[in-house]
């Protein structure tokens, strides 16, 4: 079974229970990419993964953080069954909210969702005083929470 792209209800829905946010954007574009998909509203948009070190990709050794952001109402659901599933990278959907559905089934899902570690500056609004180490890590953590 693969990754089942619904565009009409606008769902990407998983067939195993750990995957990437890279995974599923890849997935995305395959499927986009075949027959008349790409007459549907795109799922997905991508920022960062640029070389950080070097000018050719495939030299380098450092790069930025990648976010993929999930578009136009679409959502990701879980497989139809009891399980543990981990969710991998900067997944977040456009303007913010929950980028996972329910499943139709009255299943458990436990979800973990794993990001890792990214820079990230925060405008302050240009008071002229920079804001603590607490207050970042209060802020980046608050626009990571569900």
């Not at 995974?23 to 986009?32: K, P």
Request: glycine residues 8%.
């Amino acid at each position: 079974m693969a990754i089942l792209f619904d565009p009409v209800n606008r769902r990407i829905v998983l067939d195993r229970a750990t995957v990437s946010a890279a995974f599923l954007w890849s997935r995305w574009a395959d499927w986009s990419a075949t027959g008349d998909n790409l007459k549907y509203l795109p799922a997905f948009t991508q920022l960062g993964g640029d070389p950080l070190d070097n000018d050719d990709p495939l030299l380098a050794t450092a790069f930025a953080g990648s976010y993929v952001f999930l578009e136009n109402l679409w959502r990701v659901r879980p497989m139809e069954m009891d399980h543990d599933s981990e969710i991998t990278g900067q997944l977040v959907v456009r303007g913010g909210g929950n980028p996972f559905v329910r499943t139709l089934g009255n299943y458990q899902v436990n979800t973990k969702y794993t990001v890792p570690v990214a820079v990230q500056g925060i405008a302050t609004g240009g008071s002229g005083s920079y804001p603590t180490a607490e207050e970042i890590a209060t802020a980046v953590w608050a626009k990571m929470l569900p």
